[in-house]
């Protein structure tokens, strides 16, 4: 009998060692693992970034945890979108919906199809023309560059200016350096909550990703482009091959994804040019330059 008593200590000590190995090898192993949460997070802020490839791993990473979260689906169709792959984004919207049921997904669905549709519409108006390549254009004010200057920066070399005014916009998440001349003088040019200037960066980064001026005291990309400008100036100065009886409302696209866009709207005429990630809008109205609005981290 003692000896069965032994022998029936002996199995339950093993069979508890095995149990407390077991649990190791199991907390072990999901130890370097993150969470659903943590990969959406990850994802989301990849998105932000512009860092599609690692978005769409991250987000891969979260549907393989949870093949019905909603969030995950949408930011990995948003993150082939931005590599232009739309097709591969609508094929994930559709797994998705299949899985979920989900009408934000659905919406999406229904918002990149309007969006194909819309292009398909246009795609006559769409011109290669590799010349895009070579025009004049950064995306650069005076010292400070768009996507890479920091608000500090912004804030030193402007603190000088008689008009100079920062601050937290926006329930306090946008930094801005700026100047709104209609606050001072009522009375001038300016409309009311007009910027004469305006720098600003999300506070989480401090990255500038927006600038607007109607102030010509700015020299602009790099080629001394100022407001003010006459139209054939301004087209001389970014040697664009385009006269300004040429400007029709075309969309001049090169190989690598440059594109130079020209509107007409109400008298103005509106030119864009973007190299997929940053873009430049110049407004033109009685031939001359009124505003320019430098905008970066856009889908195109």
């Known amino acids: 009998m003692k000896e069965l008593n032994k022998k029936g200590i002996i199995i339950a000590a093993v069979l508890v060692i095995a149990l407390i190995i077991a649990v190791l090898v199991f907390m072990f192993s999901q130890g370097g693992k993150k969470s659903l949460e943590e990969y959406l997070d ?27 979260s909603v969030d995950a689906y949408l930011g990995l169709a948003d993150a082939y979108v931005g590599k232009g ?24 669905l229904d918002e990149l199809g309007d969006n194909i549709n819309s292009l398909s519409e246009t795609n006559s108006r769409i011109i290669d023309a590799d010349w895009v390549d070579s025009l004049q254009c950064a995306f650069v004010v005076d010292n400070i560059t768009l996507g890479e200057s920091n608000i500090t920066q912004a804030k030193d070399a ?21 100047s709104m001349p209609y606050v001072d003088n009522p009375n ?15 506070v989480e980064t401090g990255i500038i990703n927006h600038i ?4 010509s005291s700015f020299s602009c990309l790099m080629c001394d482009v100022r407001i003010g400008d006459t139209l054939e100036n301004f087209l001389s100065k970014i040697k664009c091959p385009l006269s300004e009886s040429e400007l029709n409302d075309y969309e001049y696209l090169s190989s690598t994804g440059n594109a130079f866009i020209i509107n007409h709207d109400s008298g103005k005429i509106i030119l864009e040019y973007s190299d997929g990630a940053k873009a430049i809008y110049c407004t033109f109205e009685n031939n001359k330059l009124k505003f320019l609005v430098f905008d970066y981290h856009l889908n195109y």
């Open 212 to 215: 607007k001026l109607t102030d």
């Open 42 to 68: 990850l994802g989301s802020k990849y998105l932000q970034e512009q860092d599609y490839d690692n978005a769409i791993a991250a987000f891969t990473e979260a549907l393989k945890i949870d093949d019905m």
């Open 158 to 178: 402007y603190e000088g200016k008689n008009d100079y005014k920062s601050n937290l916009m926006n329930d306090d998440t946008c930094d801005t350096v700026y």
């Open 188 to 202: 001038s040019e300016y409309e009311d909550m007009a910027f004469g200037y305006l720098f600003s960066a999300p």
């Open 85 to 108: 792959d739309v097709d591969k984004a609508i094929e994930i919207l559709e797994t998705g919906y299949e899985k979920t049921g989900d009408e934000r997904i659905q919406a999406r």
